[in-house]
């Protein structure tokens, strides 16, 4: 059973940086995928960032593109998300995740996922 467990949240101001956090644990990463997403209030879970666990290749909703950047640590079973330049509407509850199926086809949807963390909050004012 894997088990996932994210950090790094908290409050910003506009402009500022962070950097989450998803540790796993009881279960292999290798041949996965791990993706961030997020759920701010009202909204729907949404895709935010991927990345496969062996080649390294990434992928990115495009309202992060060139302000968020998905990394990995083999040694230390661990996935980050470093968010810069961060914006008020980037406020949410941010999830990691592990894809369902190795080598999945569909690593920026959420129904390819099945092991989730307990979310970190990321506020950000204005």
């Known amino acids: 059973q894997v088990q996932l467990a994210e950090s790094g949240g908290g409050s910003v101001q506009a402009g500022g940086s962070l950097r989450l956090s998803c540790a796993a644990s009881g279960g292999t990463l290798r041949n996965y995928a791990m993706g961030w997403f997020r759920q701010a209030p009202g909204k729907e879970r949404e895709f935010v960032a991927s990345?496969?666990?062996?080649?390294?290749?990434?992928y990115y909703a495009d309202s992060v593109k060139g302000r968020f950047t998905i990394s990995r640590d083999n040694a230390k079973n661990t996935v980050y998300l470093q968010m810069n330049s961060l914006k008020p509407e980037d406020t949410a509850v941010y999830y990691c995740?592990?894809?369902?199926?190795?080598?999945?086809?569909?690593?920026?949807?959420?129904?390819?996922?099945?092991?989730w963390g307990q979310g970190t909050q990321v506020t950000v004012s204005s």
């Open positions: 995740a592990r894809s369902t199926a190795t080598f999945t086809t569909t690593p920026m949807k959420v129904g390819a996922y099945n092991y």
């Open positions: 990345i496969r666990w062996n080649l390294g290749s990434t």
